[in-house]
């Protein structure tokens, strides 16, 4: 069994072998001068069989000056 980590701290064991598919979208929206929100939504299945199903949602700001 391997193990493989996502969002950069969930430990997830996993079937040797393993096939994923990602399907993700974002959007980037301008709220001000210099001020951007940001959203994306993902979805990760295993190909080669029902081992896992991930949904996945961030959301950030970011502010330049």
């Not at 951007?36 to 080669?48: D, E, G, H, P």
Request: cysteine-free; glycine content about 10%; hydrophobic content about 35%.
């Amino acid at each position: 069994t391997d193990t493989t980590v996502y969002n950069g701290v969930i430990p997830l064991s996993v079937p040797s072998g393993n096939t994923d598919a990602e399907f993700a979208v974002g959007t980037t929206a301008k709220v001000g001068e210099g001020m951007s929100l940001i959203a994306r939504v993902s979805y990760t299945i295993n190909v080669s069989g029902n081992y896992q199903q991930i949904i996945e949602g961030q959301m950030s700001a970011r502010y330049a000056w």
